[in-house]
Every structure is written in structure tokens, then in C-alpha cells.
């Protein structure tokens, strides 16, 4: 059974600190994705990695995915309140025939 | 706004009662998904629809029932539920292509069922 565990589960930080979040497993993704999940909606994709030691950037954020693609990780520079919400990792791979395989979230708060 | 919607936003209901929940997208899509979301726990995927064909079903109790008349419309029927179902219940849908291992799922806002 492919498995994505996610660390820190909660995580409470000062407005302006750095932080990072990680994805981990012993399987091998194809791709992994980075979703935020805001109080009251669904999750929003954030990024798309699909080739070992490819790193994203978006604004403030920095995605990383393992070199052997069995990892992940989320950076946030300066975090801000509006950073706040649930983020989700979530991993395909051909053993789970290309459907989502999720991990529990790291939920984020940003105290101004 | 996703461009999926879902209703009602919020359900209680008692362990005889029968209701439903509707999903609607407006983006197109061929691949439509529920998925159940309990604290602290990864996304449970229930159900898929491809081309309104269902393609997965993740051992789901029968007392969950899934209907995909067309391409745009995903309902999920409820019987006889457990207070151990109470959840956020989410809809999905994404643009699957052929050879693609990844495609970006989009989500409505959820319905949040109780289960008395």
C-alpha cells in the first residue's frame, strides 16, 4: 500500500518567519502534487513536480521533489496570514493506476 | 470560484434518512470524483467516472450510492448511514488525457454531512 506522510501535522508560526513542510514515503511517484485547502473549500492546486530533484517556485513558495521522487518538500519565505490553510501533498504513480494517493495535510497558521 | 459547485453545503441527517448530494462542473471536464475527508486523515477516494462510466470504486459501503448521468453531473446517494460516515464530502473533476499520468483535479467546496 503506497503511503504519503506528511510532517509536520500542525504547524504555528510568527507573520514574516521561513518554514518547511515535507512529504514523505518509501514509493516512487510519477508526479506529486502541492494543494491548499482553505477553511469552507476544497483543496487548490498549487504545483506540479514530476522529475527527481525538479524545484518550483511560486511567489514566496519553493517546491522541491526528491531525486529518487519519493519526497517532497514545501518552503514558505516570509511567511504571511494569507498563507494559512491545510496543504496537501498527493502522489500518482502507475501501482495506483494514475489515481491521487493523499497525504493528511500539515495545517498551517500564520499569526499576524 | 472552481468551477464546480456542490449542494447542499451543509447535511444532517439520521441513520434512516435517505438524501443525496449534487455536484455540478462547468469546466468541461471528462473525469468526475467523490472523495471523503475526515480530521486528520488523508483524502479517501470513493468513486471515479470517466466519460460518465464508472472506473473505480474503492470498496465504498453499498449504503453509499453514486450516480454520473452525463459528463457534468455527479450525485452521491445516501441510506442508512453510520455516525462513523459523518464527514466532508468532495466532489472533484479533472480533463483526463490519454498518456498523461497527472492531470489537475478541481474541487468544489464540500458538503459537510452529519450523521446523527
Known amino acids: 500500500t503506497q503511503l504519503l506522510e506528511q510532517s509536520p501535522q500542525f504547524l504555528s508560526i510568527q507573520e514574516g518567519e521561513n518554514l518547511t513542510v515535507y512529504c514523505n514515503s518509501s514509493?516512487?511517484?510519477?508526479?506529486l502534487q502541492w494543494y491548499r485547502q482553505e477553511p469552507g473549500e476544497g483543496p487548490v492546486l498549487l504545483v506540479t513536480?514530476?522529475?527527481g530533484g525538479e524545484v518550483k517556485k511560486l511567489k514566496r513558495l519553493t517546491f522541491q521533489f526528491g531525486d529518487a521522487r519519493k519526497d517532497s518538500s514545501l518552503h514558505i519565505t516570509a511567511a504571511q496570514p494569507g498563507d494559512t490553510g491545510l496543504y496537501l501533498c498527493a502522489g500518482a504513480s502507475q501501482d495506483s493506476n494514475y489515481q491521487l494517493i493523499w497525504g493528511a495535510g500539515t495545517k498551517l497558521i500564520i499569526k499576524p | 470560484e472552481t468551477g464546480v459547485t456542490q449542494t447542499p453545503r451543509h447535511l444532517v441527517m439520521g441513520m434512516t434518512n435517505k438524501k443525496s448530494l449534487k455536484c455540478e462542473q462547468h469546466?468541461?471536464?471528462?473525469?468526475m470524483y467523490w472523495y471523503k475527508q475526515s480530521a486528520k486523515k488523508p483524502l479517501e477516494l470513493m468513486f471515479v467516472?470517466?466519460?460518465?462510466?464508472?472506473?473505480e470504486n474503492n470498496s465504498v459501503p453499498s449504503r453509499f450510492s453514486p450516480e454520473c448521468p452525463n459528463s457534468s453531473h455527479l450525485f452521491l446517494h445516501l441510506h442508512t448511514l453510520q455516525p462513523e460516515d459523518s464527514a466532508l464530502y468532495l466532489c472533484?473533476?479533472?480533463?483526463?488525457?490519454?498518456?498523461?499520468?497527472?492531470?489537475?483535479?478541481?474541487f468544489g467546496p464540500g458538503t459537510r454531512l452529519t450523521v446523527l
Open positions: 469546466l468541461g471536464h471528462n473525469a
Open positions: 513536480v514530476v522529475t
Open positions: 472533484a473533476s479533472s480533463q483526463r488525457l490519454a498518456g498523461e499520468a497527472t492531470d489537475t483535479q478541481y
Open positions: 467516472y470517466n466519460f460518465k462510466e464508472q472506473t
Open positions: 514509493s516512487v511517484f510519477s508526479s
